[in-house]
Structure formats: structure tokens, C-alpha cells
């Protein structure tokens, strides 16, 4: 690629307050799933307009307005969302509703806010952009995919400036409990905290809103460089660590030159081998940091790796928290991101201190 | 102007037709796919559907799937289509192939079936849960292909085979893949036909694109793909013709409804023509989003308006042929625009029989054959995503 893309505002909505970094407080749950720890919404969004609004457009417009004013921009050349499976609270109150009144009198509000794009669509719509708007759905790369569109629209039009991408999605009280029942949720409560400490099947879950404001020209404020982001269907098992040199080779580094690693570890033994083989070999010597137990697991989850890399490459700290082994890294310079889900999906990112 | 991207591959399943053949027969003698639902259970049997007369157990079957198989019906039209796309363009599927879909129902299909099972706790049918993902629908089809590399999905509405068009040719343009499956499915869900019944923008009766006294959509189910290939790959393969052509703007207007101006429409259509790097007196055809709601019909019109003034190519929508088959639109549409480009003819526009009276337009009703170089292909969806794409003919 050849332009460089830096990351110059963050906005969150997650299960974890955001003093993690100055006070590393933690939040506690002792459920399988759980809710994000709401700000106060209308700051950011007009009575009238989210008295109609589900959680995932509310995060999201919140979070996308969060991170563009950290970054001083009005409107975007381009606003790309990823989210896993969208809109699902209205989705399933349509789906309830037409079930329960077999077809009959049904009303659209729920209708014309399922769809996936509705979150972009809204966003859009709150800042009057008109510029270009995608959302990509596809499990755990759906904000990866967003990443990758915003760094080829940065290297074919010279005359961009900013890029607004993020990652939204939401739980619902009837499908995300449905995980339950195949095995990706763990089949007990356990505190959250623990979660890396189990050796069973399935994860823990919650919901977020993850905005960045993208951008390929510096500020004082800038939190990190976005080197490259990779996705990849499927890798057989035996061949993750090939795959992660390879990668890195095409950014001209060596394992070595990766200080800290973040990895997606969710407590599902059928999976974890994936991140537990590059602890042992190729990245032994590296920091590696895990995230999961803090704000759960759901498709765009990584998001909050990005934020995590953002604010550990800007501030030169790393919340202990964090970590997955003792290994110091005085000055983080490159953070590679390694993320999937059910051994599928796979997605890398490297980012860097400028 | 440019080159474009080749387009070496292209399959289709819809209501007129399971392949590219049968579609292209079904358009030159104006048969429509428009019948009342007999595959999908639900009481508005009134609504007129573009529904694709074969059960799930009969495409599982022919394709060859186990019993306990978790294809969603969109995964299983979209499976025929690719199939079609890859064999015409006559290579294997390698770790260089990406595939890029565009879906927007998913697998609500599932979802919907088992959702009080679910809700009941009931695990006879888990394999399903995740169908609620519209990644699952895609993931099953790359499956069914050995696609182990760049697999992704776009859900922009009704917009979304376009876009996954669009994506897949910037990807070539960048030498981020060598070829690429791009295209979208959707198939006919109890979800989406109350959705959009509930909103009363259906119509129960065959629908009228263009026409002063149109009444609504037609809802439809189909899937479409096309293979594109970078320059380097042809080595003197034939191509079907090329995209040359993308733009993508929002309304930013309505979640539902487009702005009375069509501002989002002229703005994707105004980037697409910039892209392509020609005048809009290049475009020889429009295949038109037209769906025959009053709303769309009218805000199209106003944005042709503005990019064409008074030069306004031939132009017909053929969603009276298949109904609207939502994030997969874009996709058979694009299908459409390269028969138009290979056989040097503008489908015909059906039901039309009265000018509307804000803009007077008049598509094209009869089948017609001319010379056709540039064709332009209009998508737009819920959430203001607007997107045009620009087809052009091989070799000229």
C-alpha cells in the first residue's frame, strides 16, 4: 500500500469504562452475556430522533460523533461500517411479531430498521454525508473488510482526507441467548475475568461500537499508523504461523519487530489452539495482551483491540490487565492485531507508532 | 476513458430462468417470472412474488449436499449461479480467488423457520442459528467452492450486489486479487414480504415500472454472479464485456424513502460516469432501478433528469420480469446490462402503458436492437445507499 493512514480519533461504547488506561479498573460479570455500559446518549443524538432508535445506531451514531470530533472532522469523505449481524433487537421484534400475529397487522418501524445497513445508513443521515457509504457483514471480518475498503479508497483518490470506519453490533435478549444452544456460548455463568483461565467449550458475549476516524494526514492527537489489514477465510491450523510471516514479510518485518501482540483469545478450547501455537513459537518473545475477558466476544469485538493498540502505541502503557505473559515492552512501536472465530474469519492488522 | 475490468463469467438463477440462457430467452420474448407464491408459506398468497419454482430438498439434491446441510435458500441459488460463472470462465479456483457477496435476507429463511423452535429451546436444528448472519449464507457457498481466501459480504440493502460488483472490480484495478467471484443473492422470506407489505409499497398486481399508475413493488428471490479477472489472467480468453464504470453516494434523506430530488442517485451516477471517464452522452441504455414504487420511480426520474438533461438514453427497468430480488437486483441486472452489450439490444420495460406525469419519460417497451457500446445499471436501497455501475462492450 502507499499511503499512509493514521488513526486520529477513537469513539467506544463498551462493557468497560474508559479509564482502564489511567486507573486499569476493571468492570465484573457474572453472566454469558452482557450489556455495554451506556453513555449518556443524548449528548450525542436529538430526544425526538432516539426515542425510535435501537442500541446498535445509538453506539453507533454516538461512537462515530465521539471519534470525528476527537479528529475535528464535520463530514467524511466516506463512512464504511462493518457489523456482524446488524440491526438484530429490530430484527427480532419484526420477527416476533410476525410470527406471533401470523402475518397480520403489522407495523414497519421495526421492519425499516433491520437492515444491516441501517447503522451507516444513520450515520449518514445524523452528519448529512452523501459521500461514499458501505457496511460489510461478515462475521468476525466485518470491521476488518471496513478497514480494507478505507485503505484502498486512501491509495486510488489522492484528494481524500478522511475516512470514518467502525464496527457495531448489538445484543438482542432472544437471538444472541439462542448461541446457547450450539455451543458458542459456555454452557455456565462465569465471571468475566476468568474467562482465559477455562478450559471448556464456547465464550462469553456483550455488544460495542467501535469508530475510527481515519485519516492520512497527522495531528498532534494521532494515536497510531495503520500499517496493513489481512483477512483470510480459512487457515488450516498447522499453517497460522506461514501465514503470519508471510504477512509480515509483505510489510518488511521480521516476527521479531513485533513487540506486542493482541490477541483475540475467547476461552473456547475447540479454538484457542490458534493463538496458543504463535504464543508458543513465533511470537514467544513478544508481549502479548488478550482483551476478550474485558468486553466479551461478538463479530466486531476486534474493534476493541484497535482501540486497545491505538491508545497503548500513543500513550507507551499497557494496562496489566491485559496481559498474557510477563514479557515488558518498554516503547510499543508495531502491535499486530490476530483475530477469529470458530477457526474461521481470520484477520490480522498491524499498526504502528509513528 | 478507461479500460475496465474483464469480465470473464457470469451466471444467473432467477424466476425467468436457471441459467444465462434461459434468462436471456425469457427477456427477448418479454415472458415474466411473476406468479403467486407457491414455495413460500405465507397468507398474502394476493402478492404477486418472482418466486423460483423449486424446493430447497430439489436444489440440495442437485447439488449433490448431505441430508443434514445447513445452505441457507439464498446460499442455494447463489450456489447454481457461481457454479454457472465459474465454468464459463473456464479456470480452478485457486488461493488467489476472492469472492464478495451481496445479501440482505441471509439466511432469514432459516431464522425464520426455526425461531420458535429456538425460542423453546429446542436444538434439532442448531446448525441454523447462525444463519442469522448474512457471512453464514456466503461462507456456505465459498465452502461448497473451496474459496479459502478473500470471502466477504456486503448488506447495503438493496444496493448490495452492486457493491460487491464495485468492490471486486477496485480490487482488481489494485492488484489486491487476480479474479474474483463479485455478485449477490437473496431468496423470498416471510420476513421481507410482511416488511415491505407493511411499509404498502407492494402492489397485487403485476408491477408497473415507470407507469403513472404504478402501485408498488413485486418482491422477488434470485441469485446472480460474475467473474472478474485481471488484465494479466485473460491470456486470450473471451470476455463478456467490462465494468468500467462505479460510483456510490448516499441520499442521506430518509432510512426508507429517497429525497424527492434524487440526490443520491445523480451523485452515484455522476461518480460512475467520472470513473468511466466519459459524458453521459456516451450511455447507450439504462437499465433502471425502476421497482414501480411511487417513490423510487419518481426520485429516479428526477436524477436522470439532472445527469442526462435532455439527452435521455433508452432506458427500461426489468424488475417487471423478476420482481425485485433486493441485494441481489444489482447482481442479475448486471447479468442483464452484458447480454444488452453482447446482443446489441435494450430489453423492454413491460406493464407500461402511461407516461408519469412529472417527467413524462417513456421506457423502452418493445424489444430493441441497436448499437450498444456503454450501459449504465442504477441499485438503490433502504439507508440512502445509492449505487451505479457502467458497463461497456469488449474491445471497443
Redesign the interface.
Known sequence: MGNKIYINGIGIVSAQEEDLFSEGFASTYYENIFPVISPNYRDFIKPMALRRMSKAIKMGITSAKIALKEAEIEVPDAIITGTGEGCKQDTEKFLENMLDQNEKLLTPTSFIQSTHNTIGGQIALNLGCKNYNVTYTQNSVSLETALLDAQMQFDEDPFLNSILVGGVDEISEKITSFRKLDGQLKSVPIKNLDLLKEDSTGTITSEGAYFFALSNKRKENTYAEIQNVSIKNTIPPEKINEEIEAFLETNKLDPADIDTMILGMNGDNRYDYFYKNLQQKLFKNTTQLAYKHLVGDFDTASGYAIYLAGNILKSGKIPSILKLNDIESKAPKNILIYNQYLGRDHSLILLSAF | MNKGVAVTGMGIFSAIGNNTAANYRSLILGKHGISSSEILE???KNLPVGEIKISNESLAEDLNLPENHSFSRAALLGAFAVKEAVTQSSWKIDNETGFISGT?V?GMDA??TY??D??E???DN??F??A?????T??KI?EYFG???????????CSSGA?AIM?GA??IK?G?LKRVIVGGTDCLT??TL??????MILSDEQCKPFDESRNGLNLGEGAAYLVLEGEEELNGKPVLGRISGYG?????????ASSENG??AF?AMQKALKTAGISSKKIDYINAHGTATRNNDSAETEALKRIFSKNLPDFSSTKAFTGHTLAAAGALEAVYSLLSLQNQQVFSNLNFSDPMQSSGFIPVTNLKEKPIKYVLSNSF?????CTSLIFRKNGE
Open positions: 405465507t397468507i398474502h440482505s441471509g431464522t425464520e425461531f420458535k429456538f425460542t429451546g429446542k436444538t442448531n446448525r442459528i447462525r442469522q448472519h448474512p457471512g453464514f456466503t461462507e465459498a474459496i479459502t481466501e478473500f470471502v466477504s459480504t456486503i448488506s447495503t440493502a457493491n468492490l477496485r480490487m489494485a489486491k416471510k420476513f410482511n416488511g415491505f407489505n407493511s411499509l456510490n453516494a448516499n441520499d442521506a434523506f430518509h432510512q426508507t440526490e443520491g451523485l436501497g433502504f439507508g440512502g445507499n
